[in-house]
């Protein structure tokens, strides 16, 4: 076991009240020229690992926008080991624009040397916990800081999983000091495709380790008999998942909350939008930023 | 890598599933899948669509005058099959797609297309350079200290986006005629001529141009790590009227030399550091 960094979360920089947008570059120009009142922006890390033109211009926004890097290809549930080449660049990266927040996800997408580009499900037994925790423990000593850990959104279960997803998020947190990053929209989707109470996994999450919340948009797919939710991040937030999302206020309180876009990105104005609708929803929940924990 | 464990039942698992995924055997891991009301197969099948979608959308974003050369759809056909082939062993998305260029040239279905694979090299160099840093430069009054007996030594590091490439084909022309916006559908005459290109950063843009033999040569030779005395008598071999002092002063003038060491002299052991960013 290395030694832990202390804060949990990360929060050696003052956590924004306002919402924030995940930020792609086909938006990038226009943030820099027009600075919208967003409250932070969310970046995929290993979309700046260039350290070319778009890293410089994410250098240029950190001086005028809180910043959190957002990982998805760590691969922190491999069994074969976590890439310490892509990790250095991780550190170099998270070094020079000094994020707010670092996130990366409970699941794997490294076999043998292929990455499958995919937030892969992992199952929840103890040698998942042990490989998890093992692995987080080595970013953390790694960048230094505490880093959060997303509940990703699944399409299957295994057979042999017998923790609950949010109890074995909840015992990795109590293990390695991370925090946790709460995707509501992952929950719904998940909660659906796999016919789980999503209040019942809100209520398992431990609300000190929540550092973060994600909002996005998901699709449908009829698959045989059955309708299968895509998170594709294509489209403005369900209803349920506001709905779920005040749930998750209620049990949480005020957290830092980012509306992510990615497939038929939408004109900027459509994701600011989201983002507002964030605030209001929150500040109908939450109007004291205080923390607010359900008994 | 990180630690590598033994063999256990996750390591078997994802073994498992990520055959399944690349669309080799599942009939092995289907078994450790809940269906839930649907195949197990089926659901495995989500996740492998996802693999090829997005790495398909990965490659026509690097290779956009590509795909628009062989039309979408047929684009999309080939992407498939390399994917097969050629499954991403980077995770950074970017730097995925270095062999299409060589699959597209000898891909059967694209024989007729036979400036194709260069095409694709050109954009494959440009993704590249997109994605390289850019160091603090030096002039060559950096060099005022040296001994003018060392000169021939001197190897320069060069911008990490600097990229040439030499065609036989016109595919600059066919570049910006097919690039993504243009609405140019001119004939372009294969039998022209060919190019020699240098693709770099400029300023936050990636811009290519054509250069002339000999510079062209005097570039490649010090990009590939020559010395100045091997990388002038390259050029003057190619051109031997080529202005190699103008050459060189066109080097710092642009901006491209980012340091330099001077290679061993003859009988000398190593390298003597100089100065590097």
Sequence with gaps: MTERPSAVPSAMQP????????????????????????????????????????????????GDYPLSLHG????????????????????????????????????????????LNDLMPLPCTEESLDVMAGHVDIVQSRLGRCILVENPSAYLR?????????????????????????????????????????LAYLAALPPAAIGEIHLAGHAANVVGDHTILIDDHGSAVSNEVWALQGDALRRFGRRPTLVEWDSQLPALDILLAEAAKADAVCATLCPENDDVQAA | MSRPRNPSQLHDLQCGVGQAVLGHDEESIVAAIMGDGLDPAQRLNIYRNHYNASLGEALKATFPVVCRVLDPRFFAYA?????????????????????????????????????????????????GAL???????????????????????????????????????????????????????????????????????????????????????????????????????????????????????????????????????????ESVPAKQP
């Design chain 1, 158 to 198: 295994y057979r042999h999983s017998p923790i609950p997803e949010a109890e074995f998020l909840a015992a990795l947190a109590a293990r390695t000091g991370c925090g946790l990053l709460c995707d509501v929209n992952n929950i719904y989707v998940s909660s659906r495709n796999l016919d789980f109470d999503p």
């Design chain 2, 79 to 127: 992407a498939s099959e390399f994917i097969k082939i050629s499954p991403p062993r980077q995770v950074c998305l970017f730097e995925y797609g270095e062999e299409f260029p060589d699959f597209l040239a000898a891909f059967p279905p694209c024989a007729h297309l036979s400036y194709i694979g260069d095409v694709a090299r050109l954009e494959w160099l440009i993704s």
């Design chain 2, 131 to 269: 994605h390289s840093p850019a160091f603090p430069v030096i002039g060559s009054k950096d060099l005022a200290h040296l001994d003018a007996a060392d000169y021939p030594q001197l190897v320069f590091a060069l911008q990490p986006s600097l990229r040439l490439i030499e065609s036989r084909w016109p595919i600059d022309r066919i570049w910006h005629q097919n690039k993504p916006g243009s609405e140019s559908d001119g004939m372009i005459d294969l039998d022209a001529g060919g190019c020699r290109l240098e693709i770099r950063q400029l300023g936050e843009d990636v811009v290519f141009r054509s250069l002339e033999p000999g510079e062209f040569v005097l570039r490649s030779e010090l990009a590939k790590g020559r010395n100045l005395d091997t990388a002038v008598a390259a050029a003057l071999v190619c051109d031997p009227l080529y202005d190699t002092a103008h050459g060189l002063r066109r080097l710092f003038a642009d901006g491209l030399v980012t340091g330099f060491t001077l290679a061993p002299k003859p009988g000398e052991a």
């Design chain 1, 72 to 115: 998805v290809g760590l691969s922190l549930g491999a069994a074969g080991g976590i890439d310490d080449g892509h990790l250095a660049r991780l550190k170099r990266l998270a070094d020079s624009l000094d994020p707010f927040l670092v996130s990366e996800h409970l699941a794997w997408c490294d076999t043998g040397g292929v990455y």
């Design chain 1, 15 to 62: 956590m924004p009240v306002k919402a924030g947008i995940g930020l792609r570059a086909p938006h990038m120009a226009e943030v820099s020229a027009r600075q919208p009142a967003v409250g932070w922006l969310e970046v995929h890390a290993e979309n700046y690992m260039g350290f070319g033109p778009a890293f410089r211009a994410l250098e240029r926004l950190r």
